[in-house]
């Protein structure tokens, strides 16, 4: 299974924001639901948000409703993770996955987020 790539991490003052993207180099993202999950360090994955793959509906972890925006653009592959109001809780290595459930065994690198107080 091929994996996916995330990028646009970095470290962020509270309040501050970030979009992420996530891309699949070799093949097409525009039918997988794709789902968005981080790991704070000492702490195992947790979902944050899920964009469909049919009708680009989008559900929310409670942690960043309001707060985190996830879309599509299909005529670049690309799913965004724009996080808005950051805070120290946000923290973490944030991936993509090709499903908005676990068990999920394809995780990408990851992108790091820091956000400090």
């Known amino acids: 299974q091929a994996q996916l790539v995330e990028s646009g991490g970095g470290l962020v003052q509270a309040g501050g924001s970030l979009r992420l993207s996530c891309t699949a180099p070799?093949?097409?993202?525009?039918?997988?639901?794709i789902g968005w999950f981080r790991q704070a360090p000492g702490k195992g994955r947790e979902g944050v948000s899920c964009?469909?793959?049919?009708?680009?509906?989008?559900d929310y972890a409670d942690s960043v409703k309001g707060r985190f925006t996830t879309s599509r653009d299909n005529a670049g592959n690309t799913v965004y993770l724009q996080m808005n109001s950051l805070k120290p809780e946000d923290t973490g290595v944030y991936y993509c996955?090709?499903?908005?459930?676990?068990?999920?065994?394809?995780w990408g690198q990851g992108t790091q987020v820091t956000v400090s107080a």
């Open positions: 964009i469909s793959g049919n009708d680009d509906s989008t």
């Open positions: 070799g093949f097409t993202l525009n039918y997988y639901a």
């Open positions: 996955a090709m499903s908005c459930v676990l068990p999920y065994n394809y």
